[in-house]
């Protein structure tokens, strides 16, 4: 690991923009934290120190809009996501970080450059399943993206989408940070970057509040694509040569 002071400065300036970036843009704060995450912990920390930094942010989201949250919906891809983590955690613990480095480096890069998908699925109760496939992803790699493109064709309004999504995703970041200590990962020597970065991450939310009109939308955009895809190709590079 870098020196703590560097690595605690730059991954909670990280999860200031990250929330910045979600509360006046509705996007790009997970994939920013992995950028950031990416670039200054060793590879096998990336995704349950990434989980516990985003945990703060939806759980607050999933207390603000609890009286919006669709059970039909969370039940049970909470359900599928228990299954999820509890096979994942044991894996990831056991991919060398050469694979690690490299998948994660890939999913990045289709994330920012795929096109969205405007998958719908056909099942009758796809929750389970969309909750299983999502959180084995993320629990991997650090970011599912299924939910995401699913409950956009649900007949939700705004606002029991992000009430939905914050229940869905807080659980399934519960579920992670229990899997992988469970699995051995020791969260005590990056215990201080954690407080820090979610006290951040409510500064930044607030922040993001009040310039929500005063930031270009097409800037922002510019930006956050060059940063991911300049830390996805280092990050491929370090699995690469490993």
Do not use: Q
């Amino acid at each position: 690991m870098l020196d703590v002071d560097t690595s605690l400065y730059i991954i909670v300036a990280g999860s200031f923009f990250a929330a910045l970036c979600n509360a006046a843009f509705a996007a790009g704060g997970a994939m920013i934290i992995l950028a950031v995450t990416s670039t200054v912990l060793p590879v096998a920390a990336i995704v349950p120190i990434h989980s516990t930094l985003l945990i703060g942010s939806t759980s607050a989201r999933a207390v603000l809009f609890r009286g919006n949250i669709d059970w039909k919906i969370a039940g049970p891809f909470l359900v599928g996501s228990i299954f999820a983590v509890a096979i994942g955690a044991r894996l990831y613990v056991e991919l060398p970080e050469r694979l690690i480095a490299t998948a994660i480096s890939i999913v990045m890069l289709i994330a920012i450059w795929l096109p969205g998908v405007s998958w719908r699925p056909k099942l009758r109760h796809p929750w389970a399943i969309v909750g299983f496939i999502h959180s084995l992803f993320s629990t991997l790699f650090a970011y599912g993206a299924l939910l995401h493109a699913v409950i956009l064709h649900t007949k939700l309004g705004r606002r029991d989408v992000v009430g939905t999504m914050a229940a869905c995703l807080t659980g399934m970041g519960i579920f992670k940070i229990s899997g992988y200590a469970i699995n051995g990962f020791d969260y005590l020597p990056y215990l201080e970057i954690i407080v820090f970065s979610l006290l951040a991450a409510f500064l930044g939310t607030w922040v993001g509040k009040m310039v929500i009109d005063r930031i270009s939308e097409a800037l922002f955009r510019f930006a956050f694509k060059s940063l991911v895809t300049v830390t996805a190709l280092r990050l491929l590079y370090v699995g690469l040569a490993a």
